[in-house]
Structure formats: C-alpha cells, structure tokens
C-alpha cells in the first residue's frame, strides 16, 4: 500500500504535520519522533504529537541528517517539551556548529515558508529557523532500548548526505528511511536523493532492502507498506542508475559545463513537476551537488569526455 495522508500507519505509530514532509511518532513509555520538519509547519507537528500523546510528553527525537525541511521544527518541539532530547550523528552535530550552514538552513526555511504562503497553506509557523545543540550524539549501528517490546537501531546508511542515519525498529518491522531512499513525489514520479556518493547511496539501499521492512518511510509525499515497502527500495535503485546514466550523458555532451547540465536536468526532473515541490534554490543546490558528485566519479574513472 501506498499511504499519502498523515494518521496512524501502524500499532503505535504514526505520521503527523503534513504528508508534504511529515515527522514519525512512535508511541510508547518513552515516545520518539524522528525527524523535525519544516519550519513552517511546526504549530502541525506539535497539534498531532499532543493529540496522539494528550498530557505525556515525547522522550527523544532522532534526526536522519541535518537538511533545512528535516530539522526545521526542531527548536520549536524542544521549547514545547524541554525534556526532550534530541539526537543525531557525530557527523550532524559537526555541521550544526558551523555557521555558514545554520544561515544556508535560516535561508532555504525562510524560501520555503514564504512558498507554502504564497501556494495558501494555512496555519504557517512564520517565525525563523532557531539554532539546537543535540543531546545525543548517536553512533552507527547503535541500538537503542526503549522498552521491553520496542528497541531501535541507527543505521549509518551515506549517500543522499555524509550524516545519514536511518532508524530501525526490528519487532514492527519499521524503517525510518527518509532520503535515504528516493523520493516518491506529489506527481507519484520518483527522484533518487543520493548527494555526496552515488556508490555509497546505491550501497546504502542494499544494506535497507535487507532488512525486509513492512512499513517504509521516506520523507516526503508518501509511506510504503508490505510488498510496496520492498518494491520503493528496488524502484530507487533503478532510477538512481537511470539518472547516473542521463547525467553522465549530459556532462559528456556539455563538456562539462556543470551550469549547463544541471539547466538540462532541470528541464527533465523539475520545470514542469507541479507545486508542492522543492524550493527551486534548494532544488538547484541539490541539483548543483549530484551533478558535480557524478562528474568527479567519472574524473576518477576516466570518463568525463
């Protein structure tokens, strides 16, 4: 099944915030969000974690990597639970502390708000991004024991970012992917979110298609369940090979011009995608880092003429 509305999704967990990007909650004796979301949407996040929790208050919040549309809440949900502790890798917590990325993630949360005003959406949190520090400094592979029915995994899984982790729930059968795997976007077409390593992002996928997950959730639009959950790991495979392939092409036959070639893949991925999408800068950023990703790897391989 292919799920595209927020609500429950399994027996104590949840989608909550918006299925443009939603946060998880797994209920429990001590609740976990992963991931915070869009700046904007921060009032959402906090309405549906309170009505799925009442008066309790959630445990933790894991990050999966440190990106504007999933850290974006994060100060807000701390400032509602000041108990709340936030963890994220070793790697997450290195770039959190430089300056230049935390005005890079003020920016693109400002870009992205004033485009979900401009689109109508109601109930904005309009107030900027705030800087965090995180509690929890996770390691790859950690386990983390919850309760006596639940225990959690941080997987390092690299590829869509150097600070990448995917959270494991293994007796539900739950995988907390978010860009680690592709993105099934609004218009059900797929893009494959590998940024820093294509071969590590490929390798990452292998590592998750393993696993045998019965609930999948990406970070946006979309959660995959049972044979749907398998077949979105597979599919993210094929279309990463596909756009390792246009790409190469394109640097081929623009001689690698990379301003030209991310215009080219523009063109094809996001010019005539319909709203709600990603902000153009942030798309073009993105776009700018596959690009130039595939062109050194094909340097080192020989290949860029």
Same mark, same amino acid.
């Given at each position: /099944?292919?799920?595209?509305?927020i609500?429950k999704l399994?027996?104590?967990?949840?989608?909550?915030?918006?299925? &443009?990007?939603?946060?998880y909650?797994?209920?429990?004796?001590?609740?976990?969000i992963?991931d915070?979301?869009?700046?904007?949407? %921060?009032?959402?996040?906090?309405?549906?974690?309170?009505?799925i929790?009442?008066?309790?208050?959630?445990?933790y919040?894991?990050?999966?990597?440190?990106?504007?549309?999933?850290i974006?809440?994060?100060?807000?949900?701390?400032?509602i639970? +000041?108990k709340?502790?936030?963890?994220?890798s070793? *790697?997450?917590?290195?770039i959190?502390?430089?300056k230049?990325?935390?005005?890079?993630?003020?920016?693109?949360c400002?870009? $992205?708000? *004033?485009?979900?005003k401009?689109?109508?959406?109601?109930s904005?949190?309009?107030?900027?991004?705030?800087?965090f520090?995180?509690?929890i400094?996770?390691? +790859?592979?950690?386990k @983390?024991a919850?309760?006596?029915?639940? =225990?959690l &995994?941080?997987?390092? &899984?690299?590829g869509?970012?150097?600070d990448?982790? =995917?959270?494991w729930?293994?007796?539900?059968k739950?995988?907390?992917?978010?860009?680690a795997?592709?993105?099934?976007?609004?218009d059900?077409?797929?893009?494959?979110?590998?940024?820093v390593?294509?071969?590590?992002?490929?390798?990452s996928?292998?590592?998750?298609? =393993?696993?045998?997950?019965?609930?999948?959730?990406?970070?946006?639009?979309a959660?995959?369940?049972?044979?749907?959950a398998i077949?979105? @790991?597979?599919?993210?495979?094929?279309?990463?090979h596909?756009?390792?392939t /246009? &790409?190469q092409r394109? @640097?081929?036959?623009?001689?690698?011009?990379?301003?030209?070639?991310?215009s080219?893949?523009?063109a094809?991925?996001w010019?005539?995608?319909?709203w709600?999408?990603?902000?153009?800068? %942030?798309? @073009?950023?993105?776009?700018?880092?596959?690009?130039?990703?595939i062109?050194?790897? /094909?340097?080192?391989?020989?290949? $860029?003429?």
């Open positions: /099944m292919i799920i595209k509305k609500g399994s027996d104590g967990f949840y989608a909550v915030g918006s299925p &443009t990007t939603p946060v909650l797994l209920d429990g004796p001590l609740p976990v992963f915070g979301g869009f700046t904007a949407f %921060a009032h959402r996040y906090e309405e549906g974690i309170k009505e929790l009442g008066d309790r208050e959630p445990a919040l894991f990050l999966t990597h440190s990106h504007f549309d999933h974006g809440a994060v100060s807000h949900l701390k400032t639970w +000041p709340l502790q936030i963890g994220g070793k *790697k997450c917590h290195e959190l502390l430089k230049s990325a935390v005005q890079l993630i003020k920016d693109l400002f870009e $992205s708000t *004033k485009n979900f401009e689109m109508g959406v109601s904005l949190n309009e107030k900027p991004f705030e800087p520090d995180l509690d400094l996770i390691k +790859p592979d950690q @983390i919850l309760s006596a029915n639940h =225990s &995994t941080a997987l390092n &899984t690299p869509h970012t150097w990448f982790v =995917s959270y729930i293994p007796e539900q739950i995988l907390v992917a978010s860009e795997v592709a993105v099934y976007e609004d059900e077409s797929i893009q494959s979110e590998f940024l390593d294509v071969d590590a992002y490929l390798k996928l292998e590592k998750l298609e =393993s696993l045998g997950a019965t609930v999948l959730c990406p970070g946006h639009f959660v995959f369940t049972n044979k749907d077949d979105h @790991i597979r599919n993210s495979v094929k279309v990463t596909d756009y390792l /246009m &790409t394109f @640097i081929v036959q623009e001689k690698s011009d990379i301003n030209r070639v991310v080219r893949v523009k094809v991925e010019d005539n995608r319909p709600p999408k990603q902000p153009e800068s %942030a798309y @073009i950023l993105n776009t700018r880092q596959r690009v130039k990703t062109w050194e790897r /094909m340097k080192k391989h020989g290949v $860029s003429k």
